[in-house]
């Protein structure tokens, strides 16, 4: 067969125009999957636990936070948009070591959602019964009565309450317990997961709950400044905080 029989291939076309424009895309699918992978936060550390676990009547041991929950980890929560309150420590305080306060029942479960999502844990609030058993050794024993009559028995109770501190201090300003939980008889008083209608109420249909302090207090779930609050008896509290605890 001579050159001139030789049939000759056919021109390559261009890829056409739809081709080119999905495979950009795909390109481009890839780039931002790659950047929101490494642009991941790396997972929050576990919050710093009293040295030795509490050991409850039941025999149950729970781990407990030395602290409360500190503004600067509580502004982190909102920087991230997981907790919709922005909160500012008093003048000459430090964030890093002031108790995160002014927070109500819905702010405290937004940010334990977003702890445990971060950190991988399954951190909760205390109940009210764990609450006082681990805060039993340093909260002061509740006096005798003066009148037996019950009619009277509130002016009893306002004439020998004991006062708690009512000034925002940094961590580590109150008694720590033996196991080496700090600031439990302090001026913040911290919620607890007990509804005040019973453990059969659900806690999203839940009115009212107990916070831990030097008495157990009765709040509505939406309080977050307890002197506009309901309370139970005796002082009303001066902060509403909160403190992780995790079963072991």
Request: hydrophobic letters at 45%; glycine letters at 8%; a negative charge.
């Amino acid at each position: 067969m001579t050159a001139a029989a030789i049939p000759a291939l056919p021109a390559r076309r261009p890829a056409s125009r739809f081709a080119a424009a999905g495979l950009a895309a795909l390109a481009a699918v890839i780039t931002l999957g790659a950047g929101l992978i490494l642009a991941r936060p790396d997972p929050l550390p576990g919050p710093e636990m009293a040295a030795e676990p509490v050991l409850l009547p039941d025999g149950h041991r729970l781990a407990v936070q030395r602290f409360e929950v500190t503004v600067a980890e509580w502004n982190r929560c909102h920087a991230e948009g997981a907790c919709g309150l922005a909160l500012q420590a008093p003048a000459a305080l430090d964030p890093a070591t002031t108790p995160a306060t002014g927070i109500n029942y819905l702010d405290a479960q937004e940010y334990l959602a977003w702890f445990n999502r971060r950190s991988g844990g399954d951190y909760r609030l205390p109940s009210s019964t764990e609450w006082q058993a681990m805060a039993k050794s340093v909260l002061p024993e509740a006096p005798d009565p003066i009148f037996t009559d019950p009619n009277l028995r509130w002016a009893s109770a306002y004439l020998l309450e004991n006062n708690a501190p009512r000034r925002l201090r940094a961590q580590g300003a109150f008694s720590t317990t033996a196991e080496g939980i700090a600031d439990l008889d302090g001026s913040v008083w911290e919620w607890t997961s007990d509804c005040v209608q019973g453990a059969d109420v659900p806690a999203n249909r839940c009115a009212a709950f107990y916070v831990g302090g030097e008495h157990l207090a009765t709040l509505s779930y939406l309080v977050r400044d307890p002197a506009r609050g309901g309370c139970a008896v005796g002082t009303p509290p001066a902060h509403l905080g909160l403190r992780l605890v995790r079963d072991l």
